[in-house]
């Protein structure tokens, strides 16, 4: 299902295909965490911009509106009118950072419901269900997001415990898939490589998952407390290790420097709240850099927001007209500038193809890796 077109160094051009569609990689999947892109974006929006792939949220949906009526409802591309590629991540990052308290045992995590407190015991098996029902194309494995630091002792349990979690998601996946009723049958299954930032436990926990020949494989557990740099140390450890006829996806990363040089260490896939959380707070990536756009400089500024952007608020407004609609605390100015972020991010990943693909990526890098980074 996943063909490796080419290649330059580490970075790599391919292709995914799912029941909704061909996935042109690198890719960064635009996240509507609640089956909704923050800042009042459609489906038809995500179309216009040139969106490949939707992430939901399995938690999120899960407890609103709740993923057995999602089901009855026809599936999650039915509910949000979305025709492309859907991700759904496993809930297991959200347990993490939403649950104050939580207990993980052998069968999974027991926690409090952010919404109303009720209990809940998520289950890999859970998981799995409940991504079957919203009938996403790729379901992620049900793992352990550790925060780092952590000793090391409980990292190495805490992979092992991952693993075995991964053979549960794996066989009660099969079982769902081969279901009658089942939203999508042909839904894909990616394992999650964990360890924090120990290169051994990394290397262990993704010769382990390797060997179950997924459909894909991703790498969780960063942007969680580590330094840009080992972030980046860990990403070329594990990919020596990762099987290079499946896709990579480096969970919930991130800037646009950070996929740049997660691409040239052969990463496929990304997702980040990033640009649709910094543009609401008026901060939108320019190919010169990242602007505040309520800067008293662009009050009377009457270039596009992007300048040579081609997106569709760049195409009929300003800079002086979106920061008015900030500092008037119009809603529009937050539809505009997460339309504008986003519709960069698939920018950006177009290039990064087109680049690979006429062997030009490593100009394109160090043209990119410092400007796209600064803030003017």
Same mark, same amino acid.
């Given at each position: 299902?996943?063909?490796?077109?080419?290649?330059?160094?580490?970075?790599?051009?391919?292709?995914?295909?799912?029941?909704?569609?061909?996935?042109?990689?690198?890719?960064?999947?635009?996240?509507?965490?609640?089956?909704?892109?923050? #800042? /009042?974006?459609?489906?038809?929006? $995500?179309?216009?911009?040139?969106?490949?792939? *939707?992430?939901?949220?399995?938690? +999120?949906? =899960?407890?609103?509106?709740?993923?057995?009526?999602?089901?009855?409802?026809?599936?999650?591309?039915?509910?949000?009118?979305?025709?492309?590629?859907?991700?759904?991540?496993? #809930? /297991?990052?959200?347990?993490?950072? $939403?649950?104050?308290?939580?207990?993980?045992? *052998?069968?999974?995590?027991?926690? +409090?419901? =952010?919404?109303?407190?009720?209990?809940?015991?998520?289950?890999?098996?859970?998981?799995?269900?409940?991504?079957?029902?919203?009938?996403?194309?790729?379901?992620?494995?049900?793992?352990?997001?550790?925060?780092?630091?952590?000793?090391?002792?409980?990292?190495?349990?805490?992979?092992?415990?991952?693993?075995?979690?991964?053979?549960?998601?794996?066989?009660?996946?099969?079982?769902?898939?081969?279901?009658?009723?089942?939203?999508?049958?042909?839904?894909?299954?990616?394992?999650?490589?964990?360890?924090?930032?120990?290169?051994?436990?990394?290397?262990?926990?993704?010769?382990?998952?390797?060997?179950?020949?997924?459909?894909?494989?991703?790498?969780?557990?960063?942007?969680?407390?580590?330094?840009?740099?080992?972030?980046?140390?860990?990403?070329?450890?594990?990919?020596?290790?990762?099987?290079?006829?499946?896709?990579?996806?480096?969970?919930?990363?991130?800037?646009?420097?950070?996929?740049?040089?997660?691409?040239?260490?052969?990463?496929?896939?990304?997702?980040?709240?990033?640009?649709?959380?910094?543009?609401?707070?008026?901060?939108?990536?320019?190919?010169?850099?990242?602007?505040?756009?309520?800067?008293?400089?662009?009050?009377?500024?009457?270039?596009?927001?992007?300048?040579?952007?081609?997106?569709?608020?760049?195409?009929?407004?300003?800079?002086?007209?979106?920061?008015?609609?900030?500092?008037?605390?119009?809603?529009?100015?937050?539809?505009?500038?997460?339309?504008?972020?986003?519709?960069?991010?698939?920018?950006?990943?177009?290039?990064?193809?087109?680049?690979?693909?006429?062997?030009?990526?490593?100009?394109?890098?160090?043209?990119?890796?410092?400007?796209?980074?600064?803030?003017?």
């Amino acid at each position: 299902m996943f063909r490796l077109l080419k290649t330059e160094g580490k970075a790599r051009r391919g292709e995914l295909e799912t029941p909704h569609g061909l996935i042109q990689t690198p890719v960064f999947m635009n996240v509507g965490t609640q089956a909704a892109i923050k #800042g /009042g974006l459609s489906a038809e929006d $995500l179309e216009r911009i040139g969106t490949q792939v *939707e992430l939901s949220n399995t938690y +999120h949906l =899960h407890v609103r509106p709740g993923d057995e009526a999602i089901r009855r409802l026809g599936g999650l591309h039915r509910f949000m009118t979305w025709n492309g590629p859907i991700l759904t991540d496993s #809930g /297991g990052f959200q347990i993490f950072s $939403l649950a104050k308290l939580r207990k993980i045992t *052998e069968e999974g995590v027991a926690f +409090h419901c =952010h919404l109303d407190g009720h209990h809940i015991l998520m289950r890999p098996e859970d998981s799995m269900r409940i991504q079957s029902n919203l009938g996403s194309d790729i379901a992620m494995a049900f793992d352990e997001c550790v925060k780092i630091p952590s000793p090391y002792e409980y990292c190495a349990a805490s992979c092992d415990r991952t693993y075995r979690w991964l053979l549960c998601c794996k066989t009660e996946h099969d079982v769902l898939n081969s279901r009658e009723g089942t939203v999508n049958p042909g839904q894909l299954l990616f394992g999650i490589n964990q360890g924090a930032v120990f290169p051994d436990l990394r290397i262990e926990h993704m010769k382990k998952i390797a060997d179950l020949e997924l459909d894909g494989y991703a790498i969780g557990g960063l942007a969680v407390g580590e330094t840009t740099q080992e972030m980046y140390d860990t990403i070329e450890v594990v990919e020596e290790y990762m099987p290079k006829d499946r896709p990579r996806y480096l969970m919930g990363v991130g800037t646009p420097a950070n996929i740049l040089e997660a691409v040239a260490r052969g990463v496929d896939f990304f997702d980040c709240v990033m640009p649709a959380r910094n543009g609401r707070h008026g901060h939108l990536f320019t190919w010169e850099g990242i602007i505040n756009i309520k800067n008293e400089r662009y009050a009377f500024d009457e270039t596009p927001i992007g300048g040579e952007c081609g997106c569709p608020a760049c195409s009929r407004f300003t800079r002086a007209y979106l920061r008015h609609l900030f500092k008037a605390e119009e809603t529009l100015g937050l539809r505009l500038a997460v339309m504008h972020n986003l519709f960069f991010y698939n920018e950006l990943m177009s290039r990064i193809r087109g680049a690979i693909e006429s062997g030009t990526f490593n100009e394109f890098y160090l043209a990119n890796r410092e400007k796209l980074g600064r803030r003017i």
